[in-house]
């Protein structure tokens, strides 16, 4: 079903997006993931002319074994790099860890905000007070010992209603994902030319 969906084109939007999403939560559904953590969009984007070419040869060779040769790589190769990432973002965690401990003037809110930051890597003093359950003072020191150990960088430029960041975590998530909205969209347009109604009737794929 995912592999129709990225090829007929009935609507001019969305249909790859959609397919891709059900890759996602088929193979949760299926026990093979525990959550939806695996996305193939990134994979599909570096080989487009090979995403297009397997989808053409399914539609006019009936090639279905090339189609799931590419995709199950896909798959495995998405698969790798989240583990590395996931590594990754465990060291760097660490590693701000033990900076945050050694910081002269610690107090016990900063390493409690600090546990919370990879759930909650954008914070404002009213969430730090929801999170660790505490008070104003308390909140706004927790926020001002990570900004002077280099954890959280305040990302509003406002003097009021200030906003700070975990911004190492959120770059390091962010690495690779290019979400260039309407430039990707096998079932919609590419680069951001729409494809036209006619054309999107007459590119069914043929089971």
Not at 20 to 29: A, F, K, P
Not at 106 to 120: C, K, N, V
Request: hydrophobic content about 40%.
């Amino acid at each position: 079903m995912p592999k129709r969906l990225l090829c007929r084109r009935r609507y001019l939007d969305g249909n790859g997006r959609i397919g891709r999403l059900l890759v996602t939560l088929l193979l949760e559904h299926w026990k093979l993931l525990t959550k939806p953590l695996l996305s193939l969009s990134l994979f599909f984007k570096r080989h487009r002319e090979d995403l297009y070419r397997r989808l053409n040869a399914v539609r006019v060779d009936g090639d279905w074994e090339g189609w799931l040769d590419f995709f199950l790589d896909g798959v495995a190769t998405i698969a790798d790099e989240a583990v590395a990432s996931a590594r990754e973002l465990f060291a760097l965690v660490a590693d701000n860890r033990t900076r945050v401990l050694a910081h002269d003037g610690i107090s016990i809110g900063a390493p409690r905000l600090f546990e919370l930051l990879p759930r909650h890597p954008i914070v404002t003093v009213a969430s730090v007070m929801r999170l660790i359950a505490t008070t104003k003072p308390t909140a706004g020191r927790a926020i001002e010992l990570l900004v002077a150990a280099g954890v959280l960088i305040e990302s509003t430029g406002k003097k009021r209603d200030r906003s700070y960041a975990y911004r190492a975590y959120l770059d390091h998530l962010n690495q690779g994902r290019h979400r260039a909205r309407g430039s990707f969209e096998v079932g919609g347009s590419v680069r951001g030319e729409p494809v036209s109604h006619s054309k999107a009737q007459g590119r069914d794929c043929h089971a």
